[in-house]
């Protein structure tokens, strides 16, 4: 049981920084071949940040712990927004552009419930899977299409653009990072699992705590670091991006690699929750529109928010722990 828990410790940290180099290599690589900046930070940065979740998934689907992988895209999102987010707004107060509340809010409130229908049978299936994908793929083409004039909040764009390196040192951070990024899930799957095993709780349960809070630590320090610095467009495009991203890249892995049956509590707890604190957030933004009439639209989220989020993770993980 030590092993596996310092297993799962060492990974997380080895999943944060071959992420970064994978990142920052495919980037280089990228501008390398003529690739446009916009078209690198819609797609390659934007994936950065849930490239963990992402192997992650893929991991533990083939490894057939597909709980495993529906509870850490699940988990991940409640994280954000309950401890990254709530715990950015108790940091720093974020203005939300208009623009957002108009585009990228609705557009995680549609994603949240479609994928959301597409459970309701019980089963993640191939079908799903793909339908989700499809989605995906589509919703990146329309972001590189329409956003070429205003990057916003979908993308994961850190405050300066990444060191540019030369050719073979890019493509030795991106292999580098790949391979560390592959072996530290494959690590981590098999920590989380063996500590599911230990525990007597199910696979869904860690991947809904243990990993979904660890691989949701790039989303708290590029979230954070950008509030800081008062880039709060960026700070909350982090959460928006990747809820979006693990709900269509991640969610779908499991159903692709394999049809998953889910757990019942998947749809009568955890989806829910996910599904009531993205709403939360979205009332929140609105009402601190409300609050500041003079700043054409924008609106305001504060200390009081983030209070309101960490409370409802706290709680949450308080109902998590009475039903196992």
């Not at 920084?17 to 980037?27: H, K, L, N, Q």
């Not at 500041?292 to 960490?310: M, N």
């Amino acid at each position: 049981m030590l092993l596996a828990a310092a297993t799962i410790l060492l990974c997380f940290i080895v999943l944060i920084w071959s992420a970064d180099r994978f990142v920052a290599g495919a980037a280089s690589i990228a501008e390398n071949m003529g690739m446009s900046p916009i078209v690198i930070g819609l797609t390659i940065v934007s994936l950065g940040t849930s490239a963990p979740e992402i192997l992650v998934s893929l991991t533990a689907s083939l490894a057939g712990s597909g709980e495993l992988a529906i509870g850490n895209a699940i988990g991940s999102n409640i994280a954000n927004i309950g401890l990254v987010l709530g715990v950015t707004l108790l940091i720093a107060p974020l203005m939300v552009h208009q623009s957002c509340m108009k585009k990228e809010i609705p557009l995680l409130l549609l994603t949240t419930a479609a994928a959301g229908m597409l459970l309701l049978d019980g089963v993640l299936s191939r079908l799903d899977g793909w339908l989700m994908i499809g989605a995906l793929v589509l919703l990146v083409t329309q972001m590189i299409r329409g956003q070429r004039k205003n990057l916003d909040m979908l993308t994961e764009i850190v405050e300066e653009p990444a060191h540019h390196m030369q050719p073979l040192q890019a493509w030795f951070s991106f292999l580098i990072g790949l391979l560390l990024l592959a072996s530290s899930s494959k690590l981590l799957v098999w920590g989380a699992v063996f500590t599911a095993k230990e525990l007597g709780v199910s696979e869904l349960v860690i991947g809904l705590t243990i990993v979904a809070v660890g691989t949701s630590l790039p989303e708290l320090a590029a979230t954070v670091t950008s509030a800081l610095r008062g880039h709060t467009e960026i700070a909350l495009g982090n959460i928006i991006g990747s809820n979006t991203f693990n709900l269509l890249a991640v969610m779908s892995i499991p159903g692709i690699v394999t049809s998953e049956q889910l757990e019942p509590a998947v749809l009568s707890r955890d989806y829910p929750i996910m599904a009531f604190m993205t709403v939360v957030l979205t009332v929140s933004i609105y009402v601190g529109r409300k609050r500041i009439k003079s700043t054409a639209g924008h609106s305001y989220l504060g200390r009081t928010v983030g209070t309101l989020l960490v409370s409802l993770y706290a709680l949450y993980y308080y109902w998590l722990h009475a039903t196992i």
